[in-house]
């Protein structure tokens, strides 16, 4: 008698590991041209567009840069090919922001992560409790917020109860922190700074270019922060506005605004009845005359609520990829900080 045993049918995730390490010397073999240290530049791997920014204005024509992301798909999603999983494993430097992307904790994990520059370990990143601070301003206990996350309709206290074994978003735990902190110029300096050492590191003979490149892109940021905070600080009041998903909370702390996010720090996590109800209380409360939705998540939700309510909609970038070459990161925080300050005034 021949036994037939039916198996689970593997993941995508186990295939490509799987793939990976069987097929990984043939596709390095064919990628190899590519390779940027084979032109004797620096491979630097990044999946957020103001990682990418900052990598390409430090390292110059000694970089060969990897974007793992493509313009208008959230960057939250984010999959890898075996490719991309092969081009983690070999670069040089891998920045990674961990909980943001889980395709990409699980590549560095599978390799041991010795060439990556983790972004908590140079930054004082916001816990993602304070992206949902808004919660107390909108009709809703902490009690009541904390069942509202765990049914999917935003964000656990601490970034991880409501998304843990919650169904259509596994790999979305985006851990106790908030991974936005592009938008927060005077971090992007720290960082650029950090960069600017790392790469100094391996490549000691272009160190003294490196650092004068991130000192220079130094002064370019804290004067973006200047002008920015001269902008939002001439407007009195409250300065609130609700947005699709909660990923401006370092705008808001660096510039003393007010958040409100329709859902939190994860795009797809989709609001409940409860909290769109909430919202029309906020929008009364807080004088909101503007609904924004964002560039790389779908505006269905934002869009719908500020009819409903008979206010206007407006586009927010919020710079998880680029959208265009000829807009790039300053430019972006410029025209959001004069769509914000529009709305208010």
Known sequence: MIVMMLLPRPSRRTLLSAAGLGAGAALLAACGGESGAAEGRLSVVTSAY????????????????????????????????????????????????????????????????????????????????????????????????????????????????????????EGHDHGPDDPHLWHDPVRMAELADAIGRRLGELSPQNAQVFTDAATALRTELEALDAELAESFGAIEGEKAFITSHAAYAYLAERYELHQIGIAGVDPETEPSPQRLLALESVVQEEEVTTIFFETSASPKVARTLARNLGLASQELDNLETQQSPESDYPQVMRKNCAELVASWT
Do not use: C
Request: no cysteine; hydrophobic share 40%; glycine share 12%.
């Open 50 to 169: 103001p990682l990418a920014y900052l990598v390409t204005r430090i390292g110059g024509e000694h970089v060969a840069l990897v974007d793992l992301t493509s313009p208008g798909v959230d960057a939250h999603g984010l999959e890898l090919s075996i490719k991309q999983v092969l081009a983690v494993e070999q670069a040089d430097l891998v920045l990674q922001i961990p909980g943001f992307q889980t395709a990409l904790d699980d590549a560095i994990a599978s390799h041991g992560g010795d060439n990556v520059l983790d972004i908590s370990s140079v930054l004082t990143l916001l816990p993602a409790a304070a992206a949902t601070a808004h919660e107390e301003h909108s009709g809703q206990s902490e009690e009541e917020h904390a069942e509202h996350a765990s049914d999917g309709g935003g964000d656990a206290p601490e970034g991880r109860e409501g998304h843990e074994g919650h169904e259509g978003h």
